[in-house]
């Protein structure tokens, strides 16, 4: 793709989850990223970005309104800023892809909803552990009718930062919310473990499904095509347990960074910031695709 193609981004955000987004927007052939925009000057990953050769500030989002307008913006800061990020850039016409769990916005998870998202201008990808669980639920839900839901995910404390564990009842209601929506199933329970056990483990998540009628051929054949279309984006997703029962079944997924960038217990970042970038790329298409148009 020429140079001129590529769709002009900028990452709101300087923690572990913005730095490996700026990475990986590098890495793209889709996205040019023009800003990285946090807001202390002392900040550790305004430094890292810079050192990465990305234009870096600790403006805010007042910088990313000044410096655009931008085709996407990334939003990777807190849920609790997230409604003002939005109120401040929908003016602009930049697509705004929300990493925190406010559950504004359209709810995407692009092993489910491919490319039928991208036309939204304010998305949001629920959580790490929706990304990882959704998928694999929404199969499930298309081969037997779920009563019940139980979504466990455990990561390490290392890749927790301090948004991630003052936003935890946000997600909690929102991966719930998401969940409800993508399975039709109305009772569902989400919890989630921080743990400090050294060496850190890797980001799993574990759900427990409970359904009157199941056939355990076609559900395996499901989670299977599920898993498949995740590793599209994120290749270190992986299922590493699954029993079918009478009633029941039971799945456990582990996720693991696929480059070099990220310590191997974050995959719970990698994850959401693979979802993040193919979205922003396929956005970048139907946008293209609109402006074709007479």
């Known amino acids: 793709m020429a140079a001129e193609e590529r769709r002009r981004v900028a990452v709101l955000g300087a923690g572990l989850i913005g730095v490996d987004l700026a990475g990986k927007i590098a890495r793209s052939a ?53 409604a003002e990020h939005w109120a401040a850039l929908r003016p602009t016409g930049t ?40 998928p694999v639920l929404h199969a499930i839900a298309q081969r037997c009718t779920p009563t019940y839901i139980e979504v466990v ?34 009772d569902v329970k989400v919890l989630v473990n921080i743990s400090p056990a050294r060496p850190a483990p890797p980001f799993r998540v574990a759900m427990t499904v409970l359904a009157d009628t199941i056939r355990p ?20 997703f992986k299922v590493t347990s699954l029993a079918v029962d009478p009633g029941r079944i039971q799945v456990a997924v582990e996720v693991t960074p696929s480059g070099r960038h990220l310590p191997s217990h974050a995959g719970s970042v990698d ?22 148009r007479p």
């Open 271 to 292: 994850i959401i910031n693979a979802a993040a970038v193919l979205l922003a790329g396929q956005s970048a298409a139907a946008s293209r695709g609109r402006q074709s």
């Open 30 to 82: 889709k996205l040019e990223l023009a800003l990285v925009a946090g807001r202390s000057r002392y900040s550790l990953g305004l430094r890292r970005a810079a050192e990465m050769g990305h234009p870096a500030t600790a403006g805010g989002i007042r910088a990313v309104v000044q410096s655009g307008p931008f085709d996407v913006v990334f939003d990777a800061t807190n849920a609790d800023s997230h």
């Open 153 to 186: 995910s455990t990561g390490a404390s290392a890749s927790a930062g301090p948004a991630t564990r003052l936003n935890l009842d946000q997600y909690i209601a929102t991966t719930s919310a998401a969940i409800r929506t993508f399975t039709g199933t109305r």
């Open 217 to 236: 051929a076609p559900v395996r054949t499901s989670i299977a095509a599920a898993a498949d279309a995740v590793r599209a984006y994120a290749p270190g």
């Open 95 to 134: 697509t705004l892809i929300d990493l925190t769990p406010t559950g504004l916005g359209t709810a995407t998870v692009p092993g489910v909803t491919g490319h039928r998202s991208a036309t939204h201008r304010h998305l949001h990808l629920v959580s790490c552990g929706g990304q990882a669980s959704i």
